[in-house]
């Protein structure tokens, strides 16, 4: 059964910093989701990972896939306040069930 | 294009007492999920369909928890009688080839 991994739970970082965010996953995913949600609010779909090495960005978020390593990081680069949020990751397993990480909680301080 | 819609937003209501949520998918969206995150955790999957069939609901406490998806469009989620421990927000999320996209959710409150 897929596991999906991520740390750190928590994370509060200033204002300009870059930090990243690691997820693991147990077994073969056939895709690797990151989604963004806000304090009461639903998943917001960030990026989409389809192959092995895929890279994608949007705006200070990058995302990037390594299938050998059952590995995605999301990378944020110089912080900002507006994307303290909680942030998951997810895989998918051979029967097409979506499975999620814990979550990071990231809190950007002014 | 509309998105992933759902119906109620908040719901309480005292245990015993059954539940339904109502969930709309982004039209041609094949696939149907219902997830259930508590607070402070990841969604958890409850069910899965694949146009009208249920292709996975091994999550789904069938004692209390009944779902249907007629004509493979909207779906329907039933909790009878609800518990205490219910309380959560229940999401629906629909699939197309590869993205996912959610709804805004219901929110349980059994008290």
């Known amino acids: 059964e897929l596991k999906v991994e991520q740390n750190p739970l928590f994370l509060s970082m200033q204002e300009g910093k870059n930090y990243t965010i690691y997820c693991n996953y147990s077994?073969?995913?056939?895709?690797l989701y990151w989604y963004r949600q806000d304090p009461g609010k639903s998943l917001e779909s960030l990026f989409v990972?389809?192959?092995?090495?895929a890279v994608k960005q949007e705006g200070r978020l990058m995302a990037s896939l390594d299938t050998k390593a059952r590995l995605s990081t999301l990378h944020i680069t110089a912080a900002v306040h507006d994307l303290s949020a909680t942030y998951f990751c997810?895989?998918?397993?051979?029967?097409?069930?979506?499975?999620f990480g814990k979550g990071t909680r990231l809190h950007i301080l002014p | 294009e509309a998105g992933v819609v759902q119906s109620p937003r908040y719901k309480i209501i005292e245990k015993k007492q059954p539940v339904a949520f109502w969930c709309n998918p982004i039209?041609?969206?094949?696939?149907l999920y219902w997830y259930r995150q508590n607070l402070g955790q990841g969604p958890e999957l409850l069910i899965r369909?694949?146009?009208?069939?249920?292709?996975?609901d091994s999550q789904l406490p069938k004692d209390r928890f009944s779902a249907e998806r007629l004509k493979g469009v909207d779906s329907t989620l039933k909790i009878q009688p609800a518990e205490l421990g219910d309380s959560a927000v229940y999401l629906c999320?629909?699939?197309?080839?590869?993205?996912?996209?959610f709804g805004q959710g219901t929110r349980l409150t059994v008290v």
């Open positions: 999320a629909s699939a197309g080839n590869t993205e996912a996209f």
């Open positions: 077994t073969t995913s056939d895709r």
């Open positions: 990972l389809l192959s092995n090495g």
């Open positions: 369909y694949e146009n009208e069939e249920a292709v996975d």
């Open positions: 997810a895989g998918v397993n051979r029967d097409d069930k979506i499975i």
């Open positions: 039209s041609g969206h094949n696939t």
